[in-house]
C-alpha cells in the first residue's frame, strides 16, 4: 500500500477531537496490498496507531518507561534491548490495529481491521 494514501487516509480519520477509528478502518477496508505501519498525527499527537498487517512488526512493552518500543524485525531489538530487564512482546495477530493514547498508554485497546491483501509483486525481467 502506497505510504502516501495510508497518510491521507489517517488524515481525514483524525480531523476532529476524537480520531474516527470507524472511518479509517472503513477506509482502508477498500485498500489493496501489504500493510504495517504506526501512525501519529499532528492534530492528535497523544493517539498512535500500531497496524500489524501482512507484514512483519515487533512490539515491545516497557511499563516501567511508559514506552512501546517497534521494528520491522525482532532481531532489531533484541539488539538494542539485549542489556534492558523489563520490555516484555507485545503480540498481534495479522490485521490488528493497536490504539494508544498518551494519557493511558498501558491502557490500549485493540482492533481489527481488513485490507484486501496481496503480496508482492515480481519486477519485470
Known amino acids: ?21 470507524k472511518r479509517f478502518k472503513r477506509d482502508l477496508a477498500l485498500c489493496r496490498g501489504q500493510i504495517t505501519a504506526v501512525l501519529a498525527s499532528r492534530r492528535q499527537p497523544g493517539t498512535v496507531l500500531g497496524l ?32 534492558e530487564r523489563g520490555c516484555r512482546p507485545l503480540p498481534l495477530e495479522p490485521m490488528t ?8 498508554l498501558m491502557e490500549f485497546s485493540r482492533e481489527s481491521f481488513a485490507i484486501i491483501a496481496q503480496g508482492k509483486r515480481a519486477k519485470a525481467p
Do not use: T, W
Open 97 to 104: 490495529m493497536l490504539v494508544f493514547r498518551h494519557e493511558s
Open 52 to 83: 500489524e498487517g501482512n507484514k512483519p512488526l515487533e512490539l515491545r512493552i516497557r511499563r516501567r518507561h511508559r514506552a512501546v518500543l517497534y521494528a520491522s524485525d525482532p532481531a532489531f531489538l533484541d539488539a538494542v534491548l539485549a542489556e
Open 1 to 21: 500500500m502506497d505510504i502516501q494514501l495510508l497518510l491521507c487516509l489517517e488524515d481525514r480519520a483524525f480531523r476532529d477531537e476524537m480520531p474516527e477509528l
